[in-house]
T-cell receptor, first 113, second 120 residues
Framework: SQKIEQNSEALNIQEGKTATLTCNYT??????LQWYRQDPGRGPVFLLL?????KEKRKERLKVTFDTTLKQSLFHITASQPADSATYLC????????????FGAGTRLAVHP | GAGVSQSPSNKVTEKGKDVELRCDPI?????LYWYRQSLGQGLEFLIY????????KSGLPSDRFSAERTGGSVSTLTIQRTQQEDSAVYLC??????????????????FGPGTRLTVL
């Protein structure tokens, strides 16, 4: 069956450390993978997109990797800050002309001062 | 600028009643999506509108759910004869739906704040 898996347990880290979140998928062939941030009571906000032929993408303190062999994406936040505390969702855009995103359940990140 | 807006922000209804949820997308965005998010769950795709094309209704969980998009802008999600399992946050998103050529934020979706539906 098709699945997107993100760690359901919250990730607790100390301010200044690097947070690493994992997104694994099975039985999908995504053209793109996106990461979104969601704060309580709000809709998700787009952060980064990485294409299937890209290995790594960076934006300020954020870095995303995409390994289509392992069927895994890693999302890193360097020099983490308490303001980075939120739930982070990965989403797959499937190849084949489809335009809908398939979302994971998200991982909650808590950055402690 | 104005983002995606949704109304109401909260809706409490009794089992068996019909509800209508409204979404105002970003002006000029041709694609509009409805999702449902239950507590601790990912976003569940419901329906997708793109321009004047027939909508992709493949995610609607039952025939009690329907949606319209009038004039390529505002959309209404209707749930008839609500059940307790319909309780969730209903999120709307819009997208400019640029071509594949290139932009790093291809198919970036802009989400509204959601409508929290509670069916008693």
């Amino acid at each position: 069956s098709q699945k997107i898996e993100q760690n359901s347990e919250a990730l607790n880290i100390q301010e200044g450390k690097t947070a690493t979140l994992t997104c694994n998928y099975t039985n999908y062939s995504p053209a793109y993978l996106q990461w979104y941030r969601q704060d309580p009571g709000r809709g998700p906000v787009f952060l980064l997109l990485i294409r299937e032929n890209e290995k790594e993408k960076r934006k300020e303190r954020l870095k995303v990797t995409f390994d289509t062999t392992l069927k895994q994406s890693l999302f890193h936040i360097t020099a983490s800050q308490p303001a980075d505390s939120a739930t982070y969702l990965c989403a797959l855009l499937l190849s084949g002309g489809y335009n809908k995103l398939i979302f994971g359940a998200g991982t909650r990140l808590a950055v402690h001062p | 600028g104005a983002g995606v807006s949704q109304s109401p922000s909260n809706k409490v209804t009794e089992k068996g009643k019909d509800v209508e949820l409204r979404c105002d997308p970003i002006s000029g965005h041709t694609a509009l999506y409805w999702y449902r998010q239950s507590l601790g769950q990912g976003l569940e795709f419901l329906i997708y509108f793109q321009g004047n094309s027939a909508p992709d209704k493949s995610g609607l969980p039952s025939d009690r759910f329907s949606a319209e998009r009038t004039g390529g802008s505002v959309s209404t999600l209707t749930i008839q004869r609500t059940q307790q399992e319909d309780s969730a946050v209903y999120l709307c998103a819009s997208s400019p739906q640029r071509g594949l050529a290139a932009l790093s934020s291809y198919n970036e979706q802009f989400f509204g704040p959601g409508t929290r539906l509670t069916v008693l």
